[in-house]
């Protein structure tokens, strides 16, 4: 591996919640992150600051990040917001570095997951920029449905680089190419991440799948020998957004990746012996 490839993670408890049936007390959540703040990752996708009435799961973040310790931790906490709401309930939080945005080509999944189409998605984004540049903080977009549009709209490779150019006009270079309803095939994240990292150097796409248990050692296999080199995962590997209209399949399983990086003898962060320390903190 190049030294100028180092392998970056983020693991998304935000992304198992709010896949669950039952929301979790603020307590238990902030005990959570709190282990895991231990472990080692970059990034931890913590929550999202969005209506209750739309996902129950993430009520209350105030009170979760009231009991979140990030002392002597080398990991960043990121937030997801759909508007400047949300952003704006981000920035105030001082313990939140990064804030997540939930970008498409798909007009159908935007308006059903942040309420607005393109042209709203790219007012908020401009909104958002402003507001972490007034705050000290930094804008990370989700290419949603990165890998195929399961809506019957229009997707290709040349317009998924058509949206990130306009992304790249921002100034925007950190993209997670996101597999949001686990419809891509392993062939599939290799041309994309093929196609867009030769397109783009220097920016960072980082691979985020919803994958089913026997799927997800090939489609890390292209990702990797692609150039893929940022990934995201939840320890359980469950979860999704609820959001698609689509069951959810699961996330990819952090343990399952873990595994695949040292089998390529890849270096990183992660004590395991502090995730079997978080899982049985549990939530």
């Keep these: ?61 105030d009170e979760v990040l009231r009991l979140v310790d990030k002392t002597g931790s080398r990991s960043k906490l990121m937030a997801i917001v759909g508007n400047m709401r949300g952003g704006r309930d981000a920035v105030a939080q001082p313990k939140v570095d990064l804030l997540g945005f939930p970008y498409s080509v798909s007009e159908t999944f935007l308006r059903k997951n942040i309420n ?61 190419l996101a597999d949001t309803i686990g419809i891509a095939t392993a062939s599939q994240i290799g041309e994309v991440y093929a196609g867009l990292i030769e397109y783009f150097p220097g920016f960072e796409f980082g691979l985020h799948i919803h994958t089913r248990p026997g799927e997800w050692e090939a489609k890390l296999h292209t990702a990797w020998d692609a150039g893929c080199r940022w990934f995201e995962g939840v320890i359980n590997g469950i979860g999704g957004c609820p959001m698609t209209g689509y069951e959810l399949v699961g996330n990819l399983n952090t343990l399952n990746l873990l595994d695949f990086l040292e089998g390529k003898q890849a270096s990183h962060t992660i004590n395991r012996e502090k995730i079997i320390q978080a899982i049985t903190t549990g939530y």
């Design 116 to 176: 607005t189409g393109i042209s709203g998605a790219n007012e908020t984004i401009d909104g958002l920029l402003s507001l972490c540049k007034d705050h000290g903080r930094e804008l990370r977009v989700f290419m949603s449905m990165a890998y195929g549009n399961p809506y019957g709209e229009a997707w290709s490779l040349d317009l998924l680089k058509k949206h990130i150019e306009m992304l790249a006009g921002k100034g925007i270079s950190t993209i997670t």
């Design 1 to 61: 591996m190049k030294p100028d490839k180092l392998i970056k993670l983020t693991e998304s408890p935000r992304d198992a919640w709010q896949g669950l049936p039952y929301v979790i007390a603020p307590e238990k959540r902030a005990a959570y992150i709190n282990a895991l703040l231990k472990v080692g990752f970059d990034v931890i996708d913590f929550g999202s600051f969005v209506s209750p009435k739309a996902v129950p799961q993430m009520a209350g973040q």
